[in-house]
Nanobody, 114 residues
Framework: VQLQASGGGLVQAGESLRLSCAAS????????MYWYRQAPGKQRELVAA???????NYADSTKGRFTISRDNVKNTVYLQMDSLKPEDTAVYYCKVGTGAFASWGQGTQLTVSS
């Protein structure tokens, strides 16, 4: 399994950004995909998830601002982030699988300046 995350960068508060995660080595269309983030000094936390059927789930801190989506042709999961806040600053990771069977992407840095 390979997950390649991209799209991070430096933005100002209130701006938008879209992250992408391209997957290979899995039957992407049948797999739940996740976005996590880890801020400095904090534990990694779930940001959003999307099932194979398109059902989505979000952390309370991102509801209404972030949108997870998937393209089963391109084997890619996206995270559209709007109304960004400084507290969204973190390394963002995509993940497939759970527990001992989880595979993680390499992470992409998002920095939101105030």
């Amino acid at each position: 399994v390979q997950l390649q995350a991209s799209g991070g960068g430096l933005v100002q508060a209130g701006e938008s950004l879209r992250l992408s995660c391209a997957a290979s080595g899995i039957i992407f269309s049948m797999t739940t995909m996740y976005w996590y983030r880890q801020a400095p000094g904090k534990q990694r936390e779930l940001v959003a998830a999307i099932t194979s059927g398109g059902t989505t789930n979000y952390a309370d801190s991102t509801k209404g601002r972030f949108t997870i989506s998937r393209d089963n042709v391109k084997n890619t999961v996206y995270l559209q982030m709007d109304s960004l806040k400084p507290e969204d600053t973190a390394v963002y990771y995509c993940k497939v699988g759970t527990g001992a069977f989880a595979s993680w992407g390499q992470g992409t840095q998002l920095t939101v300046s105030s």
